[in-house]
């Protein structure tokens, strides 16, 4: 199959959330997000200098009508798919992070040579948790085991367990935990790449509302960093785990929001001449 041309980006809301593990919530996220992104509080210009409220700068395709079951998973494929016949570059909103699996099955065969680069503070390599193979904590097993990309980097990982470990040497997965970020250990990247950001990567003291807060992490500054900083072509993202119910301050939206124009600024850069 031959990859698509190089679009401009396009967000498009998955609000699922029933392969969560422990809270429900992050299927509200996706309106929230946009909403923060829209807010009077600021304004849709990005640190490159970029206005992606400008014609044609920053599309957006809704939000998907999900069921509450497996179901959605054929949905989200479907739904992705048709971003990228358009040309498109999804930014995928939402939803706990078993979402990431569907949008590879679309995205990944159009980009040989794919690399991943996850950032998060739980692998999400379980092979099945409590029974479920799709469950939000085992994406990347499955992407991983249907050869959905050539190299997966996990960036802020801090909770790693013995099965997670042989699963990451299964794989031949890239782990950057805090541990080597903290030595300056950065990501290497070139070719297609597609970046997952799961929200509770950040240090809960930059993005509290996420149902799975773990001390010790990523500043949002730095997360904004690896954004400008990756290398080769940003031909797909999702950012991920947002629970809103956790969040009455919302400040993990505005964060949320800081993030998804980095990334549209990143994909923009791509499509220019």
Partial sequence: MSPPRRGPPCLIGLPYDAS?????????????????????????????????????????????ALPADGGARALIEAGIASLLRDGHRPIALGGDHSV??????????LHAGLTIVHVDAHPDLYDDFAGDRHSHACPFAR?????????????????????????????????????????????????PTYLSIDLDGLDPAHAPGVSHPEPGGLSTRAVIGLIQQL?????????????????????????????????ADRMVCDTSP
């Fill in 143 to 191: 992407i991983m085991e249907e050869g959905l990309a050539a190299r997966l980097v996990q960036v802020g990982i801090r909770t790693m367990n013995g099965h997670q470990r042989t699963q990451a040497a299964r794989f031949n997965v890239e782990v950057i935990d805090m541990r080597a970020w903290e030595r300056g250990l950065r990501p290497g990247t070139d070719g």
């Fill in 100 to 109: 990431t699996y569907p949008v590879l099955r679309a995205l990944a065969p």
């Fill in 20 to 64: 969560a593990s422990f809270l429900r919530g992050p299927a509200k996220a996706p309106p929230l997000i946009r909403e923060a992104l829209h807010s009077e509080v600021g304004n849709l210009w990005t640190e490159g200098m970029r206005d992606l409220g400008a014609a044609g700068a920053l599309g957006d395709a809704g939000d998907l």
């Fill in 231 to 263: 290398q080769g072509t940003l031909v797909g993202a999702d950012v991920v785990e947002y629970n809103p119910d956790r969040d009455p301050s919302g400040v993990t939206a505005r964060v949320a929001a800081k993030l998804v124009k980095e990334i």
